[in-house]
Every structure is written in C-alpha cells, then in structure tokens.
C-alpha cells in the first residue's frame, strides 16, 4: 500500500520466533488470521559486509563522484540559488515515485502565489517534502544529532498537510502497516508489530550513532536506508522520509555541504530492480546486491548533480551575456533576472516587490527576457500572467514527469 499501508488497530500477539539468514521472522495470528510479520535484526549484518564481493571499486568511485559534487557546488557563483533549484526537483521526483502528479514547474507556480493544474493535494504534499528537508538540514547545521527524534519531527513537517495529515504526523506508528495486497495476510511484505518499532528504531539510531564499525559513511546510509523502510516505522511518509535519510546522514558525516545527493532519481529509474533487491536482503541476506546497486546509484547521481549545476552555471552566465548586450534595456532586465535565478517562477507584482522596480519597468523587462527566449509565460492569461525562466527550468527538470516547453 505506497509507503505504508494501515492495518488492525494494535498489536498482533507475538506466536513463535525463528532465525532465517541472520534476521528474525515473526509467525503472528491478527485479525482472524495468520501473518507473517519481519523484524530486522540490528545493523550491522552478520556476518559481516564482504567488502570483496566487488564492492571496493563501486564504493570507490562513489566516493570520488561525491567528493567532486561537493567541490563544484562550493565554486558554483550561485550555490545557493542551485541547491534552491534541486532540493524541489528532489522533493517532485520523491513524491512522483510516491504518485504525485506535481511537476517542478507546478510546486514553483504554488510558490509564487499560482494555482498549479494538477490536484491541490499533490502539491501540497511536494511542498511538504521541501519543508521537511529544510527543517531537518537546519536542525543538524544547529548541531542536533541526526537522530530519531529528528526524523519524527520531519516527517511532522512532511505530513502536517495534504492526504497524511491524519497519519499521527511526527509519531511512530501504533497499528500495523503493510505493503501490498488489501491486508496483512495478502500482503507482500508485512514489517514489525507497533510493539516492535521503538526497539527496532532505536537500533537503527545507535547504528547510525556508531562510530566503532569501521564502515565507511556510504556504506552506513546504504544500509540504513534499507533498515528504515524495513521497519516502515510510520503510519504514511516511510519512502520519503527513507530517501532523506541518505542525504541527510551524508550532510551529517561533512561528505557534503549541502543537501545535494538524492537516489529518488536512480530508485525511480530502476524502480523494479530497487524492490527485488529490498525484497531478497529480507529473505536471503543479500547486503553486498543491495550496496552494489546503491552505490552504483550514488555515483550516477552525484555525477548528474555536477553535470546539472555546471550546466545551470553556464546558462545563467549565457543569459546575462545575451541580456548585456541589449543597450539601456539592459539594467531593469537583469535585476528581473537575477530574481527569475533565485525563484524560477514569478509573478510581476512579486517580481517588482523583490528587484525594487515599478510593474511596468518589470513587464518590459520581462518582454525582453521572452523575446530573447529566456522566459516564457505560462498561464496563456491577460491578467495574473507568470512568468518562467525556462532556459534554467529546463535544466532542472531532466528526470521529472514533466514534457518540456
């Protein structure tokens, strides 16, 4: 059931332990019926992760990639205005994969003050993704430990609106969830009792807290990831929530300074081979797969994000070029630019608000911007027009549900 199904209020009684490749099998009796619920036994595996079972190159040039993104953001003239950009295109492919219809172009338009085509709900549950990224980046920049009381105060961000707001926001679950099938019985995958979470949940902190494993950071938030959507802790959210946990264990580590590495785009991407392989660490154990194919995502990832911010760069600074050369007319459309940089999507009282010009100075600048292909309005409206800047959002939309133009 998406990321996190709800089921019989309370927990099942426990029937009978048994061990199945290092991790622990629940036999439950719930409902009338007989369930098969998975408690994860604590990280790390045992035994240990095999580091010669090709992982060493794959973890290698994972770690270069994710070096070399760190580096060009930190020389990038806009940093800022990027990670603005592509923590949103992060929060729209996570929630696309969750079946969202908001597009990049739609969480802007709600930004700015616009009503976006698609349902209300979807974009407010987008924007609710970037809210929880943000509170919990700021929190750890503050010096608060990446820990559980974290993760339930961003997920209260992430369902505080929208279809989840009625999913105990911020709080473990307290009634079985499962994945699949109309109950627990026909589900695929049933993940531990509400009796279980609190235990589960805080051997996965002390896990990520350990400093004594002698695993490298990648490695630690590939295997984190995986125990957190095994346990599925929370009633709604677990999908999104568990892919914000790899960047923000990332952020947490120092391997990035911003919060610039998201697998939404590899998980999406390869959405068959992402379940199987959760699937077959539950039922044989197989960590060395899974870490294979995270840390072929990572470096994948990290080197699109550099492709992506060196490309946005040289667009903004062929932009100004262009709009340089354009007389008198040039001043005006390069402040209304250099906004149209920070928020993508605008409208022209706002426009006018945030580069201190007048309505009609900001309408002939933006006139200009279209005339030189770098804007595009996109309401088709003679009044309450918005204005995107389409060059830059074309960047950034690569990998999103979203046809270009």
């Known amino acids: ?40 036994q604590p990280l790390p595996p045992i035994p240990e992760v095999d580091f010669r079972e090709g992982l060493r190159r794959p973890l290698e040039a994972a770690a270069v990639a994710l070096g070399r993104l760190d580096a060009v953001t930190a020389l990038l003239p806009d940093a800022t205005v990027f990670v603005y950009g592509y923590v949103r295109k992060e929060a729209v492919l996570s929630s696309q994969i969750e079946g969202t219809q908001s597009s990049l172009s739609d969480l802007m338009l709600h930004e700015a003050g616009g009503t976006p085509d698609v349902p209300f709900s ?18 750890l920049r503050g010096g608060f430990p990446l820990s559980n009381r974290l993760m339930r105060e961003m ?5 505080a609106s929208g ?34 979470v609190q235990d589960c949940m805080a051997d996965l902190e002390r896990f990520i807290h350990a400093t004594d494993d002698g695993l490298p950071v990648l490695v630690k938030a590939g295997l984190a990831h995986v125990q957190f959507e095994t346990i599925h802790p929370f009633l709604d959210g677990n999908g999104r929530l568990g892919r914000l946990l790899i960047t923000m264990m990332m952020c947490d580590a120092g391997l990035l300074t911003e919060p610039l590495l998201y697998l939404s785009l590899h998980f999406k991407r390869n959405r068959s081979a992402y379940y199987q392989l959760l699937n077959d660490i539950r039922h044989t154990g197989d960590w060395e797969a899974w870490l294979r194919f995270f840390l072929e995502g990572v470096r994948e990832v990290a080197e699109g994000a550099v492709a992506t911010a060196r490309s946005a760069s040289e667009t903004i600074r062929d ?16 402040r209304v630019h250099q906004a149209l940089v920070e928020r993508p999507v605008g409208r022209i ?17 933006l006139r200009l911007l279209e005339t030189l292909g770098i ?31």
């Open 155 to 159: 997920h209260a961000k992430l369902l």
């Open 375 to 405: 804007v595009r309005e996109i309401t088709g409206r003679q009044r309450g027009k918005v204005f995107r800047y389409e060059r830059y959002m074309a960047v950034l939309r690569e990998g999103t549900e979203e046809p270009p133009g």
């Open 163 to 196: 279809r989840g707001a009625t999913m105990l926001p911020g709080e473990f679950r307290r009634s079985q969830n499962w994945i699949g099938g109309s109950r627990p019985g026909n589900a695929a995958f049933v993940p531990p009792p509400p009796n279980q």
């Open 122 to 139: 979807d974009v407010i549950e987008t924007s609710n993704a970037v809210a929880a990224l943000d509170h919990g980046v700021e929190r």
């Open 319 to 334: 932009d100004r070029s262009g709009i340089g050369r354009q007389g008198r007319r040039a001043g005006s459309a390069l």
């Open 349 to 365: 009282g706002d426009l006018a608000a945030r580069t201190g010009l007048s309505a009609p100075t900001v309408a002939a600048a």
């Open 1 to 40: 059931m998406g990321e996190g199904g709800v089921g019989t209020k309370g927990s099942f009684p426990t029937k009978r332990i048994r061990k199945a490749n290092g991790l622990k099998f629940f036999s439950e009796i719930g409902g009338g019926e007989t369930v098969r619920a998975f408690v994860p």
